[in-house]
């Protein structure tokens, strides 16, 4: 059974960075990808990165300036995503999902395709 557990949120000051990190387990083979997504308050879930095993695809659905960046330890099944020079419209949950059948592009994936997803981690950035 697949399972997604994000952590690493909190509250932070503007400028500030957070590492989240998304602990994927209990897939089938290695040919899943895993994405991060937020939702700030109000708003719909946005894509944001995902990363494509077995090959470590990457992609940037939101580009975010250049200020966050995803990375994987497929040794320890981790896929983090470094936030950088943080502000308050970063305020939101943060959450990783995954999918089995990414079709090599999990970038053109919309939020519904993907079929497993954590609980989220809150990130709150202060003025």
């Known amino acids: 059974q697949v399972q997604l557990v994000e952590s690493g949120g909190g509250l932070v000051e503007t400028g500030g960075s957070l590492r989240l990190a998304c602990l994927a387990s209990g897939f089938a083979d290695d040919e899943y990808a895993v994405g991060w997504f937020r939702q700030a308050p109000g708003k719909e879930r946005e894509r944001l990165s995902c990363?494509?095993?077995?090959?470590?695809?990457?992609t940037y659905m939101n580009f975010m300036g250049g200020r966050f960046s995803i990375s994987n330890d497929d040794a320890k099944g981790m896929v983090y995503l470094q936030l950088k020079d943080l502000n308050p419209d970063d305020t939101g949950v943060y959450f990783c999902a995954a999918v089995d059948d990414w079709g090599h592009s999990c970038g053109a994936l919309a939020v519904n395709d993907w079929d497993y997803w954590g609980q989220g981690t809150q990130v709150t950035v202060s003025s």
């Open positions: 990363v494509g095993r077995p090959w470590g695809k990457i």
